[in-house]
């Protein structure tokens, strides 16, 4: 069935590094979107990305969609202990109406002061 | 955030008993989602919902079913819960089903 890879699944970094989230999947997508949950919290809506090859950013965050719409990635500029959670990348497939979201099983972002 | 609320936040029940958890929202989406999240799983899709009474199963549908009388009430029924399924439980809404959703606070159900 439809799966969503996301790697990695724990990433560790010193406060001021880089940090990049990647996500993968084996069809096409109509959609990639990336959402945050911080610790006991839910996941919050952060960004989507439609068209092929598309960039966006926010702030220190980069949000990249692949050529072929099958992955894409989160990089983090100069990680701050904010930047603390779980990024899921969500792949839309199919229409609004009979397509359906697949997560992925996140990457756990922890930052050392 | 969107108005989107669930209840009981919090649930401690013992195994066999029937469970129902509450998502209500106030922003008229058509679709509704409940996930369960376990450690090293992320978010696993139960059941949803594209309209009043319209139901469809998600990828971990077994041992729960699902009621939407109404535009912003969506219900989640364990019959009789078991230990399997202790867990946090997110429901989200949307305006179309490969759309960006919003998810309520959660409900942590214990199954003793």
């Known amino acids: 069935g439809q799966q969503v890879m996301q790697i990695p699944q724990y990433q560790h970094v010193q406060e001021g590094e880089d940090f990049t989230t990647y996500c993968n999947s084996s069809?096409?997508?109509?959609?990639i979107q990336w959402y945050k949950q911080r610790p006991g919290g839910h996941p919050v809506f952060l960004i989507q990305l439609v068209k092929s090859g598309e960039v966006k950013k926010q702030k220190r965050l980069t949000f990249q969609f692949g050529e072929a719409k099958k992955n894409s990635s989160l990089h983090i500029t100069a990680t701050q202990t904010t930047d603390v959670g779980t990024y899921f990348c969500?792949?839309?497939?199919?229409?609004?109406?009979?397509?359906?979201?697949?997560f992925g099983r996140g990457t756990q972002l922890t930052v050392w002061p | 955030d969107a108005g989107i609320t669930q209840s009981p936040r919090h649930k401690v029940t013992e195994t066999g008993t029937p469970v129902t958890l509450r998502c209500h929202q106030t922003?008229?989406?058509?679709?509704m989602y409940w996930y369960r999240q376990d450690p090293g799983h992320g978010l696993r899709l139960i059941h949803y919902?594209?309209?009043?009474?319209?139901?469809d199963k998600g990828e971990v549908s077994d041992g729960y079913s699902v009621s939407r009388s109404k535009t912003e009430d969506f219900l989640l029924t364990l019959e009789s819960a078991t230990s399997s399924q202790t867990s946090v439980y997110f429901c989200a809404i949307g305006r179309g089903n490969n759309q960006p959703q919003h998810f309520g606070d959660g409900t942590r159900l214990s199954i003793l």
């Open positions: 922003e008229n989406h058509r679709y």
């Open positions: 069809t096409t997508l109509s959609n």
């Open positions: 969500a792949g839309g497939v199919g229409g609004s109406t009979l397509g359906r979201l697949y």
């Open positions: 919902s594209y309209g009043v009474k319209d139901t």
